[in-house]
């Protein structure tokens, strides 16, 4: 009895001690903030939640402070089903198959089913997953997973199928308001019980740079309120100071080899396809802030000024090649402006993804395989007298105009082009002399012009990319 004693002050007192997040968290739906679209009002999770009837297992994908494991502490407390909790990061197979018996015992002599929690699900490895699905599918518990990475690429396919996911999003600041307020104003688990002024401005500082994680800012309102003295009044004044000196600065959610690297370099390139330098200097920002490699930016620059500008603008990729060349001799910091030049040039660029007519080229080899190189574009250099190669070859330099109307491509693809040069910038200027050039050589090999090989779809590019690698 004395034992049982202890051990609930011991808990109580841990429960007063845990920080203003940990004692804030919230115990019902009512409470629960964000996350309408899955658990609002009528919404088929909240529906499954009231009526203690989780359908199946559940994914729950999400950035960090967006209520993921609230959510599952929710469930927790409003189950009659028993609930459990592994952390990916400290539990291995051998603590999950406690998990298990202990889970097929209680079903056996209590009727009772279980529900597990696995925080950070993805940072286990294929086989301590696989060790998950025979206890999903036969019911010996349903399964609850939390992940910060995509899912669909950290979670077996297998426990996928057998999951519904669902995606949690960064809070807005109405919410992230929300809690702020709750906590200065709740007097059992947050601040009520203290004179606490805080300045508005403070406040919409510590929602704007909290950026929708609810962690971060109760972690920044703790800071700011245990941190700063009462005034004569007894009253804890946190001034937009004290609420800068308690956030400082956001840690970017950026992890080089989870989503928020692929998900931040595509939205950048994105932005500089579509001309938007201000995006793209965002964008950029933000990769360099979070300890990026520029070369690695560089790259994607030097690759983006050939395939998205292309023709349009040829100095596109002699710039990216100089900023790359820039960085390697000066380094961070001042090797940023280089890279912020390259940005903006191709940002601000004629945009022509002309040069994927390659892939159409590629595409036909592909369809209808290689033909023979014509003998007169042979190389003459290797026994011409007795094969006959490079025979008949004139010479453009020789001609008039430095052209002239021969055969290059193979007979049966004469008349088809695969080149299609845009209107932007330089190659509109290539267009006139390019269609004098074809007209000229249909005429004097007398041949029918095709029509152009379509375009490509960016997932046929996508395809033909994949092949090359």
Known sequence: MSNDLFDHAMQERLKSEAPLAARMRPRTLEEYIGQEHIVGEGKLLR????????????????????????????????????????????????????????????????????????????????????????????????????????????????????????????????????????????????YGGRKILLDPDARTHLIEVASGDARNALNAIELAVESTSPDADGVIHVTLDVAQESIQRRAVLYDKDGDAHYDTISAFIKSVRGSDPDAALYWLAKMIYAGEDPKFILRRLIILAGEDIGLADPMGLVVANSAAQAFEFIGLPEGIFPIAEATLYLATAPKSNSTAAYFKAMKKIEEEGQVSVPRHLADGNRDAAATGQGKDYVYPHDSEGHFVPQQYLPKRLLGTYFYAPSQEGYESQVTARLEMWREAQRKALNIERREDVPAMSEDEIKEMKRKIK
């Open 47 to 190: 529906r499954a939640i009231e009526a203690d009837r989780l359908f199946s297992s559940i994914i729950l994908w999400g950035p960090p402070g967006t209520g993921k494991t609230t959510l599952a502490q929710v469930i927790a407390n409003s189950t009659k089903s028993h609930f459990a909790t592994l952390s990916a990061i400290l539990a291995g197979k051998a603590d999950l198959r406690v998990v298990i018996d202990e889970a097929l015992e209680r079903r056996r002599l209590h009727q009772t089913k279980t529900i597990l929690f696995v925080d950070e699900v993805h940072r286990w490895n294929k086989a301590q997953q696989d060790a998950l699905l025979p206890h999903v599918e036969n019911g010996t518990f349903t399964l609850i997973g939390a992940t910060t990475e995509n899912p669909y690429f950290e979670v077996i396919k297998a426990l996928i199928s057998r999951s519904r996911v669902f995606q949690l999003r960064n809070l807005n600041q109405a919410e992230t308001g929300i809690l702020l307020d709750r906590a200065l104003s709740d007097p059992q688990r947050g």
